[in-house]
C-alpha cells in the first residue's frame, strides 16, 4: 500500500519567516495530494491540494509543489504569522474512491 | 451546509468494556471515514462507508467494527477496550469526485 514520509515532525520559526514541510510517497498511481491543517482541540481542515497534472498551486501565502518523478510534494508557507502554528498534514491518495494516507504531520511553531 | 458533528465529544471507559461513536455526515455526502489520532501516529485509517457498505479497512484489529444507516450516519463500535485505545477518533465525509475529506470535532476516548 501507500506509505507517506513527512518531515520535519517539528518546525519552528520566526514570525515572517517562511515555513517549508516536505512529503515522499512511495505508490507512483497515486495522483491527489491534499494539505491539512490542524490548529490545537480542533479538526483537522483542508487547506490545499494539488493533483498531479499540475506542478505547483498558490493561494494567498500558502504553495504547494509536486514532483511526481522523485515521488515528493511541498508545502510552502511565506511570511509566517503566529495563527500558522498547528499541525500540518500532507496526505496522498489515487483518488477517486481510494481513501488518503497520511504523513505523521509537523507541528509548526511561529513565534510572535 | 452543516458541518460533520460526532457525538460523544468526550467519552471515559474501563479496560474491557465496549463504546459506540456516532458521526452525522455533511447532508449529500455518502461516504463516511473513520480514523484514529494519536500524539506521534498521526492520523490511521480504520475503515469507510459508503451506501451502508464497507468499501475500504485499514489494518485495526476485529474489535473495531462499524456500520452505516440508509441517511448515511455512521457508528463505531470498539470492543474490549484496551488503554492503547485511548484516542481521538475523528470520522470524516465525503462525496464524488474529489472525496476531500471534511472532518468531525472527533470523540475524545479515554480508557482507564
Known amino acids: 500500500g501507500e506509505n507517506v514520509e513527512q518531515h520535519p515532525s517539528t518546525l519552528s520559526v520566526q514570525e515572517g519567516d517562511s515555513a517549508v514541510i516536505k512529503c515522499t510517497y512511495s505508490?507512483?498511481?497515486?495522483?491527489?495530494f491534499p494539505w491539512y491543517k490542524q490548529e490545537l482541540g480542533k479538526r483537522p481542515q483542508l487547506i490545499i491540494d494539488?493533483?498531479?497534472?499540475?506542478g505547483e498551486k498558490k493561494d494567498q501565502r500558502i504553495a504547494v509543489t509536486l514532483n511526481k518523478t522523485a515521488k515528493h510534494f511541498s508545502l510552502h508557507i511565506t511570511e509566517t504569522q503566529p495563527e500558522d502554528s498547528a499541525v500540518y498534514f500532507c496526505?496522498?491518495?489515487?483518488?477517486?474512491?481510494?481513501?488518503?494516507?497520511f504523513g505523521r504531520g509537523t507541528s509548526l511553531i511561529v513565534h510572535p | 451546509k452543516a458541518g460533520v458533528t460526532q457525538t460523544p465529544r468526550y467519552l471515559i471507559k474501563t479496560r474491557g468494556q465496549q463504546v459506540t461513536l456516532s458521526c452525522s455526515p455533511i447532508?449529500?455526502?455518502?461516504?463516511v471515514s473513520w480514523y484514529q489520532q494519536t500524539p506521534g501516529q498521526g492520523l490511521q485509517f480504520l475503515f469507510e462507508?459508503?451506501?451502508?457498505?464497507?468499501?475500504n479497512k485499514g489494518n485495526f484489529p476485529g474489535r473495531f467494527s462499524g456500520r452505516q444507516f440508509s441517511n448515511s450516519r455512521s457508528e463505531m463500535n470498539v470492543s474490549t477496550l484496551e488503554l492503547g485505545d485511548s484516542a481521538l477518533y475523528l470520522c470524516?465525509?465525503?462525496?464524488?469526485?474529489?472525496?476531500?475529506?471534511?472532518f468531525g470535532p472527533g470523540t475524545r476516548l479515554t480508557v482507564t
Open positions: 462507508y459508503f451506501s451502508e457498505t464497507q468499501r
Open positions: 494539488i493533483r498531479s497534472n499540475v
Open positions: 496526505a496522498a491518495s489515487k483518488g477517486g474512491s481510494y481513501i488518503p494516507t
Open positions: 470524516a465525509s465525503s462525496s464524488p469526485p474529489n472525496y476531500e475529506q471534511y
Open positions: 447532508s449529500g455526502h455518502r461516504s
Open positions: 505508490d507512483s498511481a497515486s495522483n491527489y
